[in-house]
């Protein structure tokens, strides 16, 4: 059974920083593609980063030069290192792995607010 568990959303100021772990159970992690979703009340689901089996990753243009994606396969885990978080970065944050299926985590809350 796959498992993906998210932690370290939470409450933050404007210009701070929060660090996304999502563990995972159930696949090899050290060949999956893992990334990042996330979803704001209002509006449709979307990309954030991943990171590929291989080390590549990927941004959206929102996040590049203030997320890092990274893995670590010893751990079965990838972080999202979110600096310099604005109000509009408040969403529910979802982990989600690929290899032939996708599968997701049950999202983490960030709310960026003064």
């Known amino acids: 059974q796959v498992q993906l568990v998210e932690s370290g959303g939470g409450l933050v100021t404007p210009g701070g920083s929060l660090r996304l772990s999502c563990t995972t159970s159930?696949?090899?992690?050290?060949?999956?593609?893992m990334g990042w979703y996330r979803r704001t009340p209002g509006k449709e689901r979307e990309f954030v980063a991943f990171?590929?089996?291989?080390?590549?990753?990927n941004y959206a243009d929102f996040a590049k030069g203030r997320f890092t994606i990274s893995r670590d396969n010893g751990r079965n885990t990838v972080y999202l290192q979110m600096n310099g978080l604005e109000p509009e970065d408040t969403a529910v944050y979802y982990c989600?792995?690929?290899?032939?299926?996708?599968?997701w985590g049950q999202g983490t809350q960030v709310t960026v607010s003064s």
């Open positions: 990171s590929s089996s291989g080390g590549a990753t």
């Open positions: 159930g696949i090899l992690f050290s060949s999956n593609i």
């Open positions: 989600y792995t690929t290899i032939l299926s996708t599968y």
